[in-house]
């Protein structure tokens, strides 16, 4: 039995601040099964969104905050079915940028990235880890998302600021078998996710990866500018990063090797 699985992917920035009620109402209106937040901290505007979030049904939650540091930007899982989370050998070591659970219901992998930029140093060692699960991955169904830091040149970007190394991390994932779901739906079409402050040059920061299995199952693949409700004037009034919006047509139940795959994954 196949059913329409809806997730979004989105840095809320800074935690949320004082945009913290909008954003959970936002994602109540998109009536979606499961969300990946970026930039979420252990600040009273981040956990009043997740409270928000379970009292909607989005109750099975996992996260990646700093105990120490309330300001640290984190990661956010939230679904409305049980999960669980997958522990890997090989995977990105960045402390509260990767996290990845099992779905119950659907059988899914999801896995929320957010990738260091540039100028830090780390995302190469990132890139690697995220190359290497998508070369070794036989887990069954998987999304991999969030915001990546990361563009393919001249498609993603209104001026020049990806290189040849990022370039190619997209064609690798490919590769592998995995699929760009905003290029696998719209080609070639130019969009963009986040905007440089001061110089409004445009970029596609935020990305969803699917397992080869997926593919052909994305139903659709958008991008939206979630505004504050006083604010409808402003593109990033509630976030200066769009959401990544997936629906996807699920079956029910996956079949039980990729249950006992994922039991014993060691990639």
Known sequence: MARRFRLIAWNIRAGGGRRADEIARAVQRLRVDAVVLSEFRSSPPSLSIAAQLAQMGLHQQVNTLHEVKPATNALLIAARTPLKKVPLRHRPREAGRWSMVR?????????????????????????????????????????LTGDTNSGRIGED???????????????QIHANGWRDAFRHRHGSRREFTWYSPGHNNGFRLD?????????????????????????????????????????LDLQADAPARDQIALEKLSV
Request: charged content about 20%; glycine content about 6%; proline content about 6%.
């Open 157 to 171: 970007e209104q001026t020049p600021v990806f290189n040849q190394r990022t370039h190619k991390w997209f064609e």
């Open 207 to 247: 990305q969803a990866f699917v397992s080869p299995e997926l593919a052909g199952r994305l139903l659709n693949v958008h991008h939206l500018w979630l505004r504050h409700s006083q604010q409808l004037h402003r593109r990033d009034s509630l976030s200066d990063h769009a959401a990544l919006v997936l629906d």
């Open 103 to 143: 779905l119950q219901q659907p059988r899914l992998a999801l896995a929320a990235m957010h990738i260091p930029n540039q100028h830090t140093g780390r995302k190469p060692a990132y890139h690697e880890a995220v190359l290497g699960l998508t070369r070794r991955w036989r887990g069954g169904p998987a999304i």
